[in-house]
């Protein structure tokens, strides 16, 4: 596993890359291009704000910073999941023709969510501020969770991204299985609303607890459940070396299968 890893930082160019094309490339032929990096979440905070504040009303101070608060980590998990699934199978030309190591295209996809989640921060922090939700001294645990959250996110890829190569309908039952996800992770409501025989499902879901740790420096300004991340942390470093595993034993056969 080590020696994979360190093939990987060989081709640090090359997964530079292939990061800066996939974000030169999202937007490409429209009007705006880049700045949608901007305007989808300030859009997205907009219609939040308007649907839970006139149509829907919620019984939570601040609904739509309740609610963008996570949001946006939540479509960083979700977006890198469902885009890293068929990676491998759309770059199929790209591995039959150089050699590179493979693990290079979900962990761009991964690293291309995150510096769109960075720039989505640019929106978040400011709009928190103009309601009174100023940055305090519990920031300094959000590098702590956005890395636990890139470790989780990536060995989910990892194994996506190879089993989908065998079983193609993977990719489109990933879309149901991420949606059926966001309503058991707490974007939506804080867990104290979810009646107490279902709480188990919200309080052993990783996802669950990394959004509402998010939510606790963000919207709370309070301390995360430091148990809580020790316990992610460890279970995703345990995920990405079995997922990283699985990944190296199926590449072999990506180029007959593809």
Not at 234 to 251: A, E, G, H, N, W
Request: hydrophobic fraction near 55%; proline fraction near 4%; glycine fraction near 4%.
């Amino acid at each position: 596993m080590f020696k994979d890893w360190v093939d990987i930082y060989k081709y640090r160019e090359f997964l530079k890359n292939s990061v800066s094309k996939d974000l030169r490339t999202r937007y490409r032929g429209s009007v705006f291009g880049f700045l949608w990096t901007f305007l989808n979440p300030l859009l997205m905070l907009v219609v939040y704000s308007v649907l839970f504040s006139i149509v829907v009303r919620m019984q939570v101070d601040n609904y739509p910073l309740f609610l963008f608060s996570t949001l946006l980590s939540w479509n960083f998990f979700a977006n890198s999941i469902l885009g890293g699934s068929s990676i491998v199978v759309g770059s199929g030309n790209l591995i039959k023709k150089i050699y590179f190591p493979h693990e290079i295209l979900p962990i761009s996809v991964v690293m291309a969510g995150l510096v769109n989640y960075l720039y989505g921060l640019v929106i978040l922090i400011p709009a928190l501020c103009i309601y009174g939700y100023y940055p305090n001294v519990h920031y300094v645990y959000l590098p702590l969770i956005l890395l636990i959250q890139v470790i989780l996110t990536l060995a989910i890829t990892f194994l996506v991204s190879a089993l989908t190569v065998f079983f193609r309908d993977l990719e489109h039952m990933l879309a149901i299985i991420v949606n059926a996800l966001f309503y058991l992770s707490g974007v939506l409501f804080p867990l104290s609303q979810v009646p107490e025989e279902a709480r188990w499902l919200f309080y052993n879901n990783p996802i669950a607890l990394l959004m509402a740790s998010y939510r606790d420096v963000f919207y709370y300004g309070r301390t995360p459940d430091l148990q809580s991340l020790l316990f992610i942390g460890l279970f995703s470093i345990l995920l990405l070396f079995i997922s990283q595993r699985v990944f190296t034993k199926l590449k072999f056969r990506f180029i007959e299968e593809i």
